[in-house]
């Protein structure tokens, strides 16, 4: 077993390193994996959620046997939150969310202008209501202060489900 991931600021880098340290084995960039890795070899793939899409998802089906998918995104977690990735993303294989970070500081390109804008259109919106949601506050606090809620433990129930596989 590999772990796969596509990071983009490093959050989902960080869960995809704890999962390996905790199964004893190696983590791949995406990239690298596609030229080191033969094709069909067994992954467990965490890619960071980019618009409701899990970033390089589609490589990872195509070319590895993917057991396991990770999506790792800023909203808090929910069941809500899976069942929403898991449509927009078209899966049936099993499938954990992760909440990850922001980090404005890291972000470059297109990610960047995306992420100024939609922070001040919700900055915005959240101005002109009289009770926005907490939901919306946090995601307006994440943007403009950024925030780190990768945690070890989160992984536990990955690590869980990879274990009752072998029973
Ligand atoms: C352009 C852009 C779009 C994003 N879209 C979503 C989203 O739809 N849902 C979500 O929960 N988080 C979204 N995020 C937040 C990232 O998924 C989150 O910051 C994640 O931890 C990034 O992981 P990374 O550090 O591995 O790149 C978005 C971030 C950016 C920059």
């Known amino acids: 077993m590999k ?5 983009n600021t490093g959050f989902t880098e960080q869960y995809a390193r704890h999962l390996a340290d905790t199964l004893g084995c190696e983590a791949l960039e995406l990239k690298e994996a596609l030229s080191s890795l033969r094709k069909k070899s067994e992954i467990i793939y965490f890619g960071w959620i980019n618009a409701g899409k899990v970033e390089g998802l589609k490589k990872a089906l195509k070319n590895f046997n993917t057991v396991c998918i990770c999506g790792v995104g ?9 069942v929403s990735l898991r449509e927009s993303n078209g899966l049936a294989l099993p499938f954990f969310y992760l909440q990850g970070g922001f980090d404005f500081s890291r972000l470059k390109g297109s990610a960047k ?3 100024r804008i939609a922070r001040s259109l919700l900055k915005k919106s959240i101005e002109k209501k009289e009770k926005p949601a907490d939901s919306e506050k946090f995601l307006l606090d994440v943007m403009e202060n950024g925030g780190n809620f990768v945690d070890r433990n989160k992984i536990k129930s990955i690590a869980d489900w ?5 029973i």
Request: avoid cysteine; charge should be neutral; charged fraction near 20%.
């Open 113 to 115: 202008i995306k992420m």
């Open 162 to 166: 990879y274990y009752s596989r072998m």
């Open 3 to 7: 772990i796969v991931y596509t990071s």
């Open 74 to 82: 800023i909203a808090p977690p929910s069941d809500e939150v899976v």
